[in-house]
């Protein structure tokens, strides 16, 4: 499957961005992570048939959901922070679980990322 990520941008701490990722396909499991240079890449959130997962810092903050008829992932980002500064990448597992998986080595495909950049 082939994906596109885009809307990034730079906002001011404490505003939103949504974020959007295209699926060449219907796809079931699906994740955003981020990464800053010189760090690993991280997971943020995560989606399954039957299970939603987040990372701890953007708990109540970022919302995951897709839009099966459009093959389309988002992440909704509020109150954005200067910490929340990175690359997003969304990425797809051919394999649809029960649960979220947070190890970036289990997915299949990943869009080439969208610069997120929250300023002080």
């Known amino acids: 499957v082939q994906l596109q990520a885009y809307g990034g941008g730079l906002v001011q701490a404490g505003g939103s961005l949504r974020l959007s990722c295209a699926t060449s396909?219907?796809?079931?499991?699906m994740a955003w992570f981020r990464q800053v240079p010189t760090k690993e890449r991280e997971f943020v959130a995560g989606i399954t048939r039957s299970d939603q997962s987040y990372t701890d810092s953007v708990k109540g903050r970022f919302t995951m959901y897709r839009d099966g008829v459009r093959n389309m992932i988002y992440l909704q980002m509020r109150s954005l922070k200067p910490e929340d500064t990175a690359v997003y990448y969304c990425a797809a597992s051919r394999t649809a679980r029960s649960s979220v998986e947070v190890v970036e080595n289990e997915y299949d495909s990943w869009g080439q990322g969208t610069q997120v950049t929250v300023s002080s």
């Open positions: 396909r219907r796809t079931y499991d």
